[in-house]
């Protein structure tokens, strides 16, 4: 080892002889050159090494302390021989963080103080570490939480080494929320995994085991045999711990039939056969122990990481001399591994070697050392018991006031939500009255409009009928005024002129008596009321036929016993104001009339082939149509009005009437 390390150096001088301008960095010599170089040098090279020197030199002498502090951890990761000790990479580490205020990246201020807290841990520096990890924890933002994982699981590390069950479950606990948040399951696990070692330290077997048998499901889910066999052996450590011995063997064993994956864990495969070896020492089981002992010390070439001081691989062959009654070279064993187990501060194999040189004090009849190697293990299980036990009890009871506080919290979470939802639920029901009343009061707004228009189209119909009533009245009076008045005046006058024998006069005084006639019958028609509808229209209907060159045609049922005698009046008024209409505008040359009974009432149809009009232009314009008049005198008798008319094709003219 020494002479491997000698030529090492002398290469690395020689090396360094011959190439000066890398030895000592000189302020012309331009950093983006040196970055060049290193990037094409072998990083494992000693010559990579130097060049990272360099950079860092060049970086603090340009001021480009984030480059600078970017080289300074690529040293500290770096393994050739120029990275000569942890306390050169400290030196260089506390450089670069005296910077910091000057580094505008928040990662690489904090993986600088991550770095520095590793450098402690590795030194077995544990209070150190632990404050660098929290510093590294202040100068990482969020986005910067993979890291800030990392510092919370190495932190819980460096404290789960001090015996510090608290602290480092926290840490643990804060490292696996952060780790599954960002959907990082592997590191999410390996930070379970040290939970349960935490637990398994201090007897806390039941935590333990939840947690191993997740970490085993999760394992089996993903077809993972190594990580599965690593909980077995772990669960196999907790059963010894607790002196279920079957279960402990059947998880070795277990394990071990599982150790044949590609690739080969050596180690692993290693600590189960010494484990085996050990059990079945344990056992008196000679040939089993040898066995497995024998296959542990085949495979230990292919693990450097185990060497001859391991305690594992000592109290095995000290367990086997035992059982072989070499008292002596087992006793030198023994005490060798108890010597390593208290160097690394192993607590179970502490406990085993002192168990393993009682033993053997007592086959080398010595019940002086005997007794006082039972006594030093019975006082270090009570003071472990103790630690142990207060630590538990520390642990039990922040959980009870952690639960205790998350319950309250819950509770008054639960009264909050309760006190929302009602308010909720009163809200609804004030929006909800709110807005009934406001449904509500337009409705009865729109109601009130509506019979507020209801009434006053009622009273407009009154108004019409009455008015149309009245007109009636007052035409029956002129008619008879001028038919018992004016008409007996001109046929006295008439019968004097005839006396007389003025010819001339007699003609004139016929004209005016018929044109008096006309007058009163179109203001009043008398035929109505003598003779009924029916004879009265066809009276109109033929008189039209003779008197315009309009074809006329009809059919007129006879409907007197039917229809009452408003009713008969209001059909005629109609039929006149339809051909006076027809007369007027449709410049027709036939017209049609048919009057007839349709189930429970009577429709009146007037039909020309005139030229027709657009009704759906001049929908309301009835006073310019002449309908306005029609439609009152139906509606009076709250009837139904058709018009049905196209340019070109005529009119036609529906009036109905229930009765």
Same mark, same amino acid.
């Given at each position: 080892m020494n002479?491997l390390?000698f030529l090492?150096k002398?290469?690395l001088i020689?090396?360094?002889?011959?190439?000066?301008e890398?030895?000592?960095?000189t302020?012309a010599?331009?950093?983006?050159s040196l970055?060049q170089k290193y990037e094409q040098?072998?990083?494992?090279?000693?010559?990579?090494?130097?060049y990272?020197?360099q950079l860092?030199e060049?970086?603090e002498?340009q001021?480009?302390?984030?480059q600078?502090?970017?080289?300074t951890?690529?040293?500290?990761?770096h393994?050739s021989p120029v990275?000569?000790s942890?306390?050169?990479?400290?030196?260089?580490?506390r450089?670069?963080?005296s910077?910091?205020?000057k580094?505008?990246?928040?990662e690489t201020r904090?993986s600088?103080?991550l770095?520095?807290?590793?450098?402690?841990?590795d030194l077995q520096?544990?209070?150190?570490?632990?404050?660098?990890?929290?510093?590294?924890?202040e100068?990482f933002?969020?986005?910067d939480?993979?890291?800030?994982?990392d510092?919370?699981?190495?932190?819980g590390?460096?404290n789960?080494y001090?015996?510090? &069950?608290?602290n480092?479950?926290? *840490? %643990? !606990?804060?490292a696996?929320?952060?780790?599954?948040? =960002?959907g990082d399951?592997e590191? #999410?696990?390996y930070?379970k995994?040290?939970?349960?070692?935490?637990?398994?330290?201090?007897?806390?077997f039941?935590?333990a085991?939840?947690?191993?048998?997740?970490?085993?499901?999760y394992?089996?889910?993903?077809?993972?045999?190594q990580?599965?066999?690593i909980? &077995?052996?772990n669960?196999a450590? *907790? %059963? !010894?711990?607790?002196g279920?011995k079957q279960?402990? =063997?059947?998880?070795?064993?277990? #394990?071990?039939?599982?150790?044949?994956f590609?690739?080969v864990?050596?180690y692993?495969?290693?600590m189960l056969?010494?484990?085996?070896?050990i059990?079945?020492?344990?056992?008196?089981d000679?040939?089993?122990?040898?066995?497995?002992?024998?296959?542990?010390?085949? &495979?230990?070439p292919?693990v450097p990481t185990?060497?001859?001081?391991?305690p594992?691989?000592?109290?095995a062959?000290?367990s086997?001399?035992?059982?072989?009654?070499?008292?002596d070279?087992?006793?030198?064993?023994a005490?060798q591994?108890?010597?390593?187990?208290k160097?690394s501060e192993n607590?179970?194999?502490?406990i085993?070697?002192y168990?393993?040189?009682?033993?053997i004090?007592?086959?080398?009849?010595?019940p002086?050392k005997?007794?006082?190697?039972h006594q030093?293990?019975i006082?270090?299980?009570?003071?472990?018991?103790?630690?142990?036990?207060a630590?538990?009890f520390?642990y039990y009871?922040t959980?009870?006031?952690?639960?205790k506080?998350?319950?309250?919290i819950?509770?008054k979470?639960?009264?909050?939500?309760s006190i929302?939802q009602?308010?909720?639920?009163r809200l609804?029901w004030i929006?909800?009255i709110?807005?009934?009343l406001?449904v509500g009061?337009?409705?009865i707004?729109l109601?009130?409009?509506?019979?507020?228009?209801?009434?006053?189209k009622e009273?407009?119909?009154k108004?019409?009928?009455?008015?149309l009533k009245?007109?009636?009245?007052?035409?029956v009076?002129?008619?008879k005024d001028l038919h018992d008045?004016i008409g007996q005046?001109?046929l006295?006058i008439?019968?004097k002129?005839?006396?007389?024998?003025d010819t001339?006069?007699g003609e004139?005084l016929?004209?005016?008596?018929?044109?008096?006639?006309a007058?009163?019958r179109?203001?009043?028609?008398?035929?109505?009321?003598?003779?009924?509808f029916?004879?009265?229209?066809?009276?109109l209907l033929?008189?039209?036929?003779?008197e315009?060159?309009?074809f006329?045609?009809?059919?007129?049922?006879n409907l007197?016993?039917?229809?009452n005698?408003?009713?008969?009046?209001q059909?005629?008024?109609?039929l006149q104001?339809s051909?006076?209409?027809v007369l007027k505008?449709?410049?027709?040359?036939a017209?049609?009339?048919?009057?007839r009974?349709?189930?429970?009432a009577?429709?009146?149809?007037?039909?020309?082939?005139?030229?027709?009009f657009d009704f759906?232009?001049?929908?309301n314009?009835?006073?310019?149509?002449?309908?306005k008049?029609?439609?009152?005198?139906?509606?009076?008798l709250?009837?139904?009005?058709?018009?049905?008319?196209e340019?070109g094709?005529?009119t036609?003219?529906?009036?109905?009437v229930y009765?």
């Open positions: 002479q390390f090492t002398f290469w020689t090396s360094l002889l011959f190439l000066p890398l030895a000592i960095p302020q010599q331009n950093l983006d970055i040098s072998d990083p494992s090279d000693s010559i990579a090494g130097v990272l020197l860092i060049s970086a002498k001021k480009a302390y984030d600078m502090a970017e080289y951890m690529q040293f500290y990761h393994y990275a000569k942890t306390a050169q990479k400290q030196e260089l580490l450089r670069a963080i910077y910091e205020s580094i505008e990246d928040s904090g600088l103080h770095k520095l807290a590793g450098a402690f841990y520096q544990f209070d150190s570490a632990i404050l660098e990890y929290s510093a590294a924890m100068r933002e969020p986005k939480s993979i890291f800030l994982a510092a919370y699981f190495f932190r590390q460096a789960d001090q015996g510090n &069950l608290l480092g479950m926290q *840490d %643990y !606990q804060e696996e929320k952060i780790y599954s948040a =960002l399951e590191y #999410a696990n930070v995994g040290g939970m349960a070692i935490l637990f398994s330290k201090f007897s806390i039941n935590e085991e939840k947690i191993r048998n997740e970490l085993i499901s394992a089996l889910a993903n077809e993972n045999l990580e599965y066999a909980q &077995l052996y669960k450590s *907790d %059963y !010894q711990k607790q279920r279960e402990h =063997l059947e998880h070795l064993l277990k #394990a071990d039939s599982l150790a044949v590609e690739p864990d050596y692993l495969a290693v056969k010494l484990n085996l070896s059990y079945y020492g344990e056992q008196a000679l040939e089993k122990q040898s066995d497995y002992l024998a296959q542990a010390k085949t &495979l230990l292919k185990i060497s001859a001081s391991n594992t691989y000592l109290k062959q000290g086997l001399a035992y059982n072989q009654g070499k008292y070279a087992a006793k030198k064993l005490e591994s108890l010597q390593n187990a160097a607590m179970d194999h502490i085993h070697s168990e393993l040189l009682t033993d004090h007592q086959k080398l009849n010595e002086q005997a007794l006082e190697t030093t293990l006082h270090y299980k009570d003071s472990l018991f103790t630690a142990n036990q630590s538990t520390s009871q959980l009870y006031e952690t639960e506080k998350e319950l309250e819950l509770n979470t639960q009264e909050i939500e929302n009602k308010n909720s639920a609804r929006f909800l709110i807005s009934l406001i009061a337009t409705v707004f109601w009130k409009n509506l019979q507020h228009e209801k009434r006053k009273m407009q119909s108004f019409t009928q009455e008015l009245n007109q009636e009245q007052e035409r009076r002129i008619s008045g005046s001109l006295l008439k019968n002129v005839a006396l007389a024998k001339d006069t004139l016929d004209t005016a008596i018929s044109e008096l006639r007058i009163a179109s203001l009043h028609p008398m035929q109505l009321e003598k003779l009924g029916t004879k009265a229209a066809e009276h033929e008189q039209i036929d003779q315009t060159e309009i006329v045609s009809y059919e007129i049922d007197e016993s039917v229809l005698k408003n009713i008969e009046l059909l005629y008024r109609i104001e051909i006076n209409n505008h449709s410049d027709a040359s017209l049609r009339v048919n009057f009974k349709i189930e429970q009577v429709e009146l149809k007037i039909e020309d082939n005139g030229q027709g759906s232009q001049k929908l314009d009835f006073q310019s149509l002449g309908l008049t029609l439609k009152e005198r139906i509606a009076s709250s009837g139904t009005m058709k018009v049905n008319s340019k094709m005529g036609s003219l529906s009036f109905i009765v």
